[in-house]
């Protein structure tokens, strides 16, 4: 899971970010691309199920 898929899947879910703003952004640079899997991961971490750390 790449931390920066899983951070706009954050923004989009619990910031009201653009979905299609962010994507757009992400034609170039497909690690800010977000999945089902990054917003799974984001739902996790709202939930403190777990955490990420910028290692």
């Known amino acids: 899971m790449d931390h920066e898929?899983?951070?706009n899947s954050?923004?989009?879910?619990y910031f009201g970010a653009e979905r299609d703003v962010l994507n757009l952004g992400?034609?170039?640079?497909p690690w800010?691309?977000?999945t089902d899997a990054s917003d799974a991961a984001a739902q996790l971490v709202?939930?403190?199920?777990?955490s990420i750390s910028a290692d």
Do not use: I
């Not at 954050?10 to 879910?13: E, K, V």
């Open 5 to 7: 898929a899983l951070t």
């Open 32 to 34: 800010y691309t977000m």
């Open 26 to 29: 992400a034609q170039n640079a």
């Open 46 to 50: 709202h939930d403190g199920h777990c």
């Open 10 to 13: 954050y923004a989009t879910l």
